[in-house]
C-alpha cells in the first residue's frame, strides 16, 4: 500500500469481533489529513472508542491496515509523537496538578529540564495554573478534563486524540477546549476528536465522519456533506404568487400569521435574483431572505436513521445483511 504523506490517519479495512460474533467495526476506511481538526461522530455503539483504542494500540484489531504519521499502525517510535486523552481517563487522585503532568511526561521521555516550564505552560494554557499545587483529589469532573488534556500534550505531539474531551465540562470550559484545539491546529498539529456533543464538532472540526454500525456512513467536510440540502428561503407576506406553481425550482409552505415561505434548492444567490424582482415588481413584502443548509445534527440523524423504519438504528445491528 502506497503511503500518502499528507494524511496524519489513513487507515484501510479494520475490522474488530468482541467475544459473542460482536462485530464493532466492519472494514473502516478512514483518512485525517495533516494540521486538521477531525471529528469522529455517532451513536452508542457505533465503533467509536473501539477505532481510537485500537489507532492507540489499546485494543487489537482483528484485521486493520494503514498508517498512523506515516508509519503502521502501532510503530512504537510513532506512537510517542501521539497525544492521547482515554474516555473515563483515571489519574492518581493523592498526586498535584504538576505532578501528574512531570509523571506522565517522564513516561513519554520528555528530558527533566523541559518538564517544569513546559507544565506550566501548559496548565496556563488550560486555565489551571492555580490548582497546580493542589491535589486532584479536590477536582471536579471538568478539571480532571482540562488537566488530562493539558497531559495529553506534555510530549509536544504531532497527532492529538481525544476521545470526549468536553465530558463533564461546562459551557465555560467547553468554550476554552475548543479554543485550545484552534490554536493547536494553528501550530500545525493535528488534532483526533471524538465526541458526541455534534455543536461542539460543528464549531470547530475541519472535516468529520460518522459512524454508523461499524462502518463510515459518511465522510468529508461540512460543506460537502451539506451540499445537496443547501437553498434559500424567502419569507413574504401574503399567499405564495400563483406563477410559483409552473416553476419547477421553488416550492412554496404556508408560515404563521398568513405568511408565505418561498425555497429555492440552490445555493447561488445570483440564480435568485430574478425571483425577487419579480416579488418587487408585483409589490410583493419580502421579510426575510437566507441561505438554509443541514447542521451537523441534521446530517448525523439521516445518517443514522433507517430508512425503513424511519428510526435510528439499534446499536450494533446488522447493515447490508451482514451478522452481528
Not at 232 to 259: H, M, Q, S
Request: glycine share 10%; hydrophobic share 35%; aromatic share 4%.
Amino acid at each position: 500500500m502506497t503511503n500518502n504523506g499528507s494524511y496524519a490517519i489513513d487507515l484501510h479495512r479494520v475490522e474488530k469481533t468482541y467475544r459473542g460474533k460482536v462485530r464493532a467495526l466492519r472494514g473502516i476506511e478512514m483518512q485525517v489529513h495533516r494540521g486538521e481538526i477531525f471529528g469522529l461522530l455517532g451513536p452508542n455503539g457505533a465503533g467509536k472508542s473501539t477505532l481510537v483504542k485500537i489507532m492507540m494500540t489499546v485494543v487489537r484489531a482483528n484485521r486493520a491496515t494503514g498508517t498512523i504519521l506515516g508509519r503502521p499502525i502501532g510503530h512504537k517510535p510513532t506512537l510517542g509523537r501521539v497525544g492521547y486523552l482515554p474516555e473515563h481517563h483515571r489519574m492518581p487522585p493523592y498526586l498535584t496538578g504538576h505532578q501528574v503532568l512531570d509523571f506522565y511526561a517522564a513516561l513519554a521521555g520528555v528530558p527533566r529540564s523541559e518538564r517544569r516550564p513546559r507544565a506550566r505552560r501548559l496548565l496556563g494554557l488550560v486555565g489551571m495554573e492555580e490548582w497546580a499545587d493542589k491535589k486532584l483529589g479536590s477536582y471536579s469532573k471538568g478539571m480532571l478534563q482540562r488537566l488530562g488534556l493539558a497531559q495529553t500534550l506534555m510530549n509536544d505531539p504531532d497527532l492529538v486524540v481525544l476521545d470526549e474531551p468536553t465530558d463533564g465540562v461546562d459551557p465555560v470550559g467547553r468554550r476554552d477546549i475548543r479554543d485550545v484545539l484552534l490554536e493547536l491546529r494553528g501550530e500545525g498539529k493535528t488534532v483526533f476528536l471524538n465526541s458526541h456533543l455534534l455543536s461542539e464538532l460543528e464549531m470547530v472540526c475541519d472535516r468529520v465522519a460518522i459512524l454508523v454500525q461499524g462502518v463510515v456512513a459518511q465522510q468529508g467536510t461540512m460543506h460537502e456533506l451539506t451540499a445537496e440540502s443547501e437553498r434559500y428561503e424567502v419569507a413574504i407576506a401574503g399567499a405564495p404568487p400563483a406563477w410559483v406553481a409552473g416553476d419547477e425550482k421553488l416550492r412554496a409552505d404556508a408560515g404563521p400569521n398568513d405568511t408565505t415561505t418561498l425555497i429555492a434548492p440552490r445555493s447561488d444567490a445570483e440564480a435568485l435574483q430574478p425571483v425577487l424582482d419579480r416579488l418587487r415588481r408585483e409589490s410583493r413584502t419580502i421579510l426575510s431572505v437566507k441561505p438554509v443548509r443541514e447542521t451537523l445534527e441534521d446530517l448525523f440523524m439521516r445518517a443514522v436513521t433507517d430508512p425503513e423504519t424511519g428510526r435510528p438504528h439499534a446499536p450494533g445491528a446488522a447493515r447490508n445483511g451482514g451478522s452481528s
